[in-house]
């Protein structure tokens, strides 16, 4: 016997709405904020929402600790959307989210300032509601720079640019729509049909068919043609959409003024907006003044092209992304961060390109104020917290150079090619698991296994081959494994009996260590979230006093050595630090009179460590940056997150010059390590922004 339909009130209708159109699962406290229900709320009302699913017999997961979830296709979903709407109205059932859409396009739409009372009749929306939501309707605003103001007898209304507002709605559109759906736009507008979505307001279904995207899809479709090249899809909706905006505020009246940036006004995208300027006066009986012809043209300047169908123009897309202007502010952005984050970001090349390609376009969107988007922007600041609080500090630059804020969306952007950078250095080809082959005194056998091994496991690095082991004469040994020929018993290294021939018993066995291993690596990895402290970490064993040197080679022997003593870092550690300097100069400089010598983490480091050395005579390194050089650091860095606190530390204390007076007047390890102890405190922790 089919189940019947159980009668839904509008808050059940609700819960379902926001379940329909939830990408994946929602936790409970993510399907009270869509609805704007509280947790008990929809708990109470769960069990007539799983009613209504198996009457329709759609499969539902609702399990403590899991959340909730709709297991259906889109068509389906949209059907019982559709569904949904005929129960009672002929609009959707707002979520939260939408109701909050709804106002805001009020307010973004409205000429005049509006009443909570006529607000509320209109979109039918009690006041109590709206007064409710405004604190987030101001937050959302202050993305764009726009503030509501808010007079008793007068009512509401926003102080803002032309320009913000229209940034505005279009994001408000996108958000409606959905990204997985706004890049459809394009196509859908290909001709005169009536934009329809079940799943939006109908208010906004509205605005979207009185825009004249039909005609500002055509001129972008000229602009690709002017240009000889096709736009991203996504940048093509955006401007598509902003175009149509444009026009339509022109008709309203809503004129942007100004005077015009002279670099902006001699671009060849400045003369392909000049063409389609023609139509649009057209379309509005007006000519366009010069500061509507700037901001399409910067909307030109910060899209992403797709391809180009004009191949002398191939390369001429790629140093309109990077030119001189862009190289340089990478440059400087990866030598800051390289500070506080590692050593080897300044000189990563893939790193300062990708930057400064990136930068090519959003720069302009920085310069004018456009929408910037980064939907893992929560995820970044909580994954990288380090990297992003450094970001922030390499987007100053930006901003000391444009005279213009970054968006913390930019900034995370920064943040996630400085992270992936960080990654680099501990993915590229280098050692992991150190290896003992233990022999059975016949010399050809450990040469032929010791080949296989280097064949079957580059992963793998092999310490020492022994022909008469013994570990009681040498307790010291520093490996992670020991593969023998010969069996061994009652040892503090695991130990792999294998064949010389390496066979494929043993591949396997070795293979299935190196997992476990990888595994204790990650666990680990997790444990150390928990990040080092630069006094947790410096031991007075590894801090140094010598009268000076004649050469920095002898400088960075010296300096290494506390770390070679304690097996932290291994010699070929030593000879890629002195490599480095060869090959790109002294130029980690943190201060004056102060050098970090590093190299990559795959190239020697057995754990995280860091040496201090202070010399009462300074010495001259090859190529330095800075001048002569009188306190060295050494930083082992195993991965790309452990050592962040510390050497955050580290530098925020070394910018400090009452700090390195200290330093420079200590007589003793002992005396440095206090002189840290002592000023730490002072150095503020990162925390991530308040939302």
Not at 57 to 64: A, G, I, L, N, Y
Not at 142 to 154: A, E, P, V, W
Not at 447 to 471: C, G, S
Not at 595 to 619: D, F, W, Y
Request: charged letters at 25%; one cysteine or more.
């Amino acid at each position: 016997m089919p189940l019947k339909t159980p009668f839904l009130n509008a808050r059940q209708r609700g819960i379902i709405d926001a379940l329909l159109r939830a990408e994946g699962r929602l936790t409970l406290t993510e399907l009270a904020k869509a609805t704007g229900l509280s947790p008990r709320v929809i708990r109470y009302n769960m069990d007539l929402v799983r009613a209504w699913m198996q009457s329709l017999k759609v499969e539902f997961v609702s399990r403590p600790g899991f959340g909730f979830e709709v297991l259906a296709s889109r068509a389906q979903r949209r059907q019982l959307l559709s569904n949904l709407s005929q129960l009672e109205d002929t609009d959707i059932i707002l979520t939260h989210q939408q109701r909050v859409r709804i106002i805001l396009l009020n307010l973004l739409t409205s000429r005049e300032p509006l009443s909570a009372s006529r607000l509320a009749d209109a979109e039918n929306i009690s006041r109590s509601t709206i007064f409710k939501d405004l604190q987030e309707i101001e937050a959302w605003l202050g993305d764009f720079g726009m503030h509501l103001m808010r007079q008793t007898n007068r009512g509401m209304w926003l102080e803002c640019p032309e320009s913000s507002r229209r940034f505005a709605l279009l994001r408000l559109i996108r958000q409606e729509i959905g990204d997985s759906k706004w890049h459809l736009l394009s196509g859908y507008f290909r001709s005169d049909n009536r934009y329809t979505d079940q799943s939006i307001s109908t208010r906004f279904e509205n605005l979207i068919n009185s825009l004249p995207l039909h005609f500002s899809r055509r001129l972008v479709a000229k602009i690709e043609a002017s240009l000889g090249r096709t736009m991203a899809l996504r940048s093509r909706v955006e401007i598509m959409v902003y175009i149509a905006l444009a026009i339509q505020a022109m008709q309203e009246g809503r004129w942007l003024t100004g005077e015009v940036d002279p670099v902006v006004e001699k671009t060849i995208e400045m003369d392909v907006t000049r063409l389609i300027a023609y139509d649009i006066a057209e379309w509005t009986g007006r000519a366009l003044p010069p500061a509507e012809l700037e901001l399409i043209t910067a909307y030109l300047l910060s899209c992403k092209w797709a391809y180009s169908t004009n191949t002398a123009l191939v390369n001429e897309d790629y140093d309109h992304e990077i030119n001189e202007e862009t190289l340089q502010l990478a440059r400087d952005i990866a030598s800051l961060c390289s500070m506080q984050l590692h050593p080897m970001l300044k000189i990563d090349s893939e790193l300062i390109e990708g930057l400064a390609g990136h930068l090519g376009s959003n720069i302009y969107r920085i310069q004018y104020g456009m929408p910037i988007r980064n939907n893992y922007l929560d995820e970044i600041r909580e994954r990288y917290p380090e990297v992003y609080r450094s970001a922030e500090d390499g987007a100053k630059i930006i901003e000391k150079r444009f005279g213009k804020p970054v968006p913390a969306a930019e900034i995370g952007n920064i943040a996630l090619y400085l992270a992936a950078s960080l990654e680099r250095l501990r993915t590229e080809q280098g050692v992991r698991h150190r290896v003992i082959i233990a022999s059975d005194g016949v010399r050809a056998h450990p040469t032929l296994l010791k080949a296989r091994l280097e064949y079957e496991f580059p992963q793998l690095h092999i310490t020492q081959v022994m022909n008469n082991f013994d570990w009681d004469q040498d307790p010291e040994y520093r490996a992670d494994v020991i593969l023998s020929i010969l069996p061994l018993q009652n040892l503090p290294l695991p130990v792999i009996e294998i064949s010389p021939f390496l066979d494929e018993e043993d591949i396997n066995a070795i293979q299935k260590w190196i997992n476990e291993k990888n595994r204790e690596i990650r666990e680990k990895s997790l444990i150390s979230q928990q990040k080092t402290s630069l006094v947790d970490l410096l031991k007075t064993s590894h801090i140094v006093i010598h009268d000076g040197f004649d050469t920095w080679q002898e400088v960075v022997y010296a300096a290494c050595q506390p770390l070679i003593r304690d097996h932290d870092i291994e010699e070929r550690y030593l000879r890629a630090t002195s490599r480095i300097i060869e090959e790109h100069g002294a130029f980690m400089g943190l201060a004056p009179g102060m050098m970090l010598l590093h190299a990559k983490p795959t190239e020697g480091v057995n754990q995280l460590c860091i040496s201090l050395m202070k010399l009462r005579q300074p010495v001259i390194f090859h190529n330095a940056e800075t001048g002569p050089v009188d306190i060295v650091a050494v930083l082992g860095a195993v991965d790309n997150h452990s050592h962040l606190t510390a050497l955050f530390q580290l530098y925020s204390l070394v910018q400090n010059q009452a700090f390195m007076a200290d330093l420079r007047a200590a007589l003793s390890p002992a005396d440095i390590l206090r002189t840290i102890w002592r000023w730490l405190p002072n150095v503020h922790q990162y925390q991530p922004p308040s939302e």
